[in-house]
């Protein structure tokens, strides 16, 4: 079908199937095709953790995610255009995608201050003074190299007072704007505007429909999974969806678990990225075709089966989970390496595994039949 | 050459080729071949800190070590031998050389006491109370499934007074003696014996004579690299070589840098243990043929060049001097399995080509070139 490797001198998506309003297809770029619907494993500070590179890329994973608050931290922008870019720094060749930095300047750094201009913040690391507006994070999204960048916005932590939301989503909408015009015109790369309204339905179409008027490239969803339950999210999605153009990428930003992505996938997401299978890994929780398996539990110290027998990824399928719970127990890097391969590669597995359904019409079966998987798995464990 | 994947029914040392004290060979055995002189990477708690099993078999390991004290108080020798063993449990098919927790139990646990028949002491982890006796360590080792079994020994750290480290020699002969009775005859198993005697050359001598009586398969060289001078220690191998037997191989316990390991094959040791490779990657320090690189200095922020372009290892050869320092700054894991991937192939390439020298009969020559690689890479640093 699709080949990853293959390339386009501009940024071009096209739709293949579609099933309900579930669609599956490819983003051609000039450094590599993505296919969608596409889990982008995240690179934070220019590395997915635990992870070598190539096993990355073995795994199906077609592009990654780097974070631009961390990037311009550390190593800084100029200083890694002056190595070469962020693809060279990490040995990533494929395409990636940059976020805006908005979203870490609000989690992560102290002393935040947003005015319409921007965001003044200090480093996490070093307490170091910083100031980003929609034009120095297009500036750095581009220092790095970055083919699809995301537009700064301002993202509202759920449950908030409907003016919070509705002033934040006005905001990020005028940075719309101005990161357009920031980013101007660049053939083989993107420039994502993000729909924001937290949970109040009028403001999300509202924000959808003005970033539409914008031309853009491809859309988000953010400030979702920011504490709501997962009803709301689907319903939010549901909300949006058909204001958004139906030729346009739609991308679910940092979702979500496995099943969140298979409901989104059925209501017409195309792109996701999350730190769940990667931060899950490092704290002794699997990812499988037999449900999430934590492996500090004391049922798995003399259990000899592997994750997945049935596995094509060599985490799952070789080491015993007794071995698994030792070296979580152990704290031992091996355990995190070994649960984050295993996590990345079930999710690229169930996005293919969504590809080929969504190709022959069976979405809703392979959903169905992924969740008995799990069910049956966890009945048995019970019995 | 020597086949590492062939075996031997019986423990079987060979003696290739001699230069000077320095001799090269295979030690066959039932799971495979040691090439020596060998480094054993250490695998403490059932895995070689942040590297796959097949990495460390691919950078020409033939045996690795186990931690008896480690294993025994996780996961515990009894569930280990229900688990079918250490070699099935860590996927490691080749020989495992375990120690006899002995040295750890004096350095890691708590509220340690020691009398004739063995030690008693409290858990690291989770203070509950053991005893080891040399019956019960030949006992885990053998549970644990191990090829080579250490003796249990005191080992006395330097600088000592000379009764103290008389009285842990002694008892460090009666218990290899009650070692040899428990362990009985194995014929495609080894137990070695530890020389002990501190910095005193007539213990070590009456040490070595002792144990050659006892008729063991191999012979350790145990309390050196415990804070004495590097001249100290060679100059106790040189006291001892003399007085081992020629055709059976010798083992310095917990040595060393680059520089250690060469100058004790010089002087005619077969085989080496050291956890400072792996350790020293975890914490920014590289291993190379240019000599021992802090990642962590600034001064390598923006340099592009690999670790070792000409290395067969791609930590070595693939990643930049830059990624390897933002790795290493913001702690990400990555940057501990490449210098921990670099620093094991640059001791297995080490022992390598030591190996190939000692059979060309110009080991000195190969020990000057590497010290003049190390010294020609670190003026040019300062240039």
Not at 202 to 211: F, G, T
Request: some cysteine.
């Amino acid at each position: 079908m699709t080949d990853p490797r293959s390339t386009s001198p501009d940024f071009n998506f096209a739709i293949h199937a579609r099933d309900g309003q579930a669609r599956t297809g490819a983003i051609a770029m000039p450094r590599g095709t993505i296919r969608t619907p596409a889990f982008m494993p995240v690179g934070t500070a220019a590395t997915v953790k635990a992870m070598y590179p190539e096993q990355v890329r073995e795994l199906g994973a077609d592009v990654v995610l780097g974070n631009t608050y961390h990037l311009m931290l550390r190593p800084g922008p100029e200083r890694m255009e002056r190595l070469g870019g962020l693809h060279k720094f990490m040995r990533w060749d494929g395409p990636i995608l940059t976020d805006s930095g908005g979203f870490q300047v609000m989690s992560l750094s102290a002393l935040r201050k947003i005015d319409e201009d921007g965001v003044t913040f200090r480093s996490h690391v070093d307490g170091s003074a910083h100031r980003m507006s929609p034009e120095r994070s297009i500036e750095i999204q581009g220092l790095l190299g970055s083919d699809i960048q995301m537009q700064l916005d301002e993202c509202v932590r759920l449950p908030a007072e409907r003016p919070a939301i509705e002033k934040a989503m006005h905001l990020s909408l005028r940075w719309a704007e101005r990161c357009r015009v920031a980013f101007g015109e660049q053939p083989g790369k993107a420039l994502f505007g993000i729909v924001q309204g937290g949970d109040v339905p009028e403001l999300r179409v509202e924000s959808a429909r003005a970033l539409t008027d914008l031309g853009l490239k491809g859309y988000a969803i953010g400030g979702l999974a920011v504490g709501e339950p997962q009803a709301v999210m689907l319903a939010m999605i549901e909300t949006v969806e058909p204001h958004l153009p139906a030729d346009k990428p739609r991308y679910l930003m940092g979702v979500g678990t496995p099943d969140d992505l298979m409901q989104s996938v059925l209501r017409g997401i195309d792109m996701f990225d999350c730190v769940m299978p990667t931060r899950a890994g490092r704290h002794g929780l699997a990812y499988t075709r037999h449900g999430r398996i934590n492996l500090r539990n004391a049922r798995h110290a003399e259990d000899v089966r592997p994750l997945d027998e049935a596995s094509d990824c060599p985490a799952a399928r070789d080491y015993s989970r007794a071995y698994l719970h030792h070296l979580v127990r152990s704290d031992e890097i091996l355990g995190m390496m070994l649960l984050t391969w295993n996590n990345l590669a079930y999710y690229q597995a169930l996005m293919a595994g969504m590809r080929a359904a969504i190709a022959e019409g069976r979405l809703v079966d392979f959903v169905g039949e992924t969740k008995e998987g799990w069910a049956r798995a966890e009945a048995a464990e019970k019995a």
